[in-house]
């Protein structure tokens, strides 16, 4: 079936260290996208990429980084730099200006 | 100003109820726009998206006002399953990134 794949649903973090959240679709979209949620709040961007080996910053990017090595791919790393990751963190791809499609996020905690 | 504005509610209303939503943007040059519903803990998905004519989708119907610059969804005959929250999701230019509002929270009761 067509579609984009987050994984995993749920990751612990401990202090310090850096994470990898994986992000891949199927549906030959160009952009990607990574956003950001905390309870009761809007989705916050990350970062995105609208081509292969591109990727600009969104509102939110201080303490995260991206790759798009391959068209499917939009692996999101948190990294010790981000003071306050726990978060519900959604990918998303589109073609063109048409609508977005989801994943179904993961939950990341620092423990 | 944020680039794009929602009343985060909460909305609560009866079954069978008309309520309607509205988000503003703030870039004029924007390309296009949506509205999303996304359950408790869950993605979002899209509702519709919203043309320049406006468009209408069974009890939902979406509109947009280019010349204040914003969008509005209605929903008709509220039904328990519509208590979720609404996104409103616009575009700023050719591609690029979508901007999503903070969400409007609707409850309908019985």
């Known amino acids: 079936d067509g579609g984009i794949t987050q994984s995993p649903k749920y990751l612990f973090r401990k202090e310090g260290q850096n994470v990898t959240l994986s992000c891949e679709q199927n549906?030959?979209?160009?952009?990607m996208y990574w956003y950001r949620q905390d309870p009761g709040q809007g989705l916050r961007l990350i970062y995105y990429s609208q081509i292969v080996n591109d990727f600009q910053k969104g509102d939110i990017a201080e303490g995260y980084s991206v790759s798009r090595e391959k068209k499917e791919s939009f692996p999101l790393t948190v990294t010790s730099a981000q003071k306050n990751p726990t978060a519900f963190y959604l990918c998303a791809s589109r073609f063109g200006n048409t609508e977005a499609f989801f994943g179904q996020g993961t939950r990341l905690t620092v423990v | 100003r944020k680039e794009v504005e929602q009343d985060p509610g909460p909305f609560n209303v009866p079954e069978g109820a008309t309520v309607a939503f509205n988000c503003t943007y703030s870039?004029?040059?924007?390309?296009?726009f949506f509205w999303y519903r996304q359950d408790c803990r869950k993605e979002p998905k899209l509702l519709m998206s919203?043309?320049?004519s406006g468009n209408e989708d069974g009890r939902f119907t979406a509109q947009l006002n280019r010349a204040s610059q914003y969008i509005s969804l209605l929903i008709r005959d509220s039904k328990l399953s519509d208590s979720a929250t609404y996104l409103c999701v616009v575009n700023p230019y050719q591609g690029g990134k979508l901007i999503f509002g903070q969400g409007t929270e609707l409850s309908v009761k019985p």
């Open positions: 870039n004029s040059a924007s390309q296009s």
């Open positions: 549906l030959n979209h160009d952009a």
């Open positions: 919203v043309y320049s």
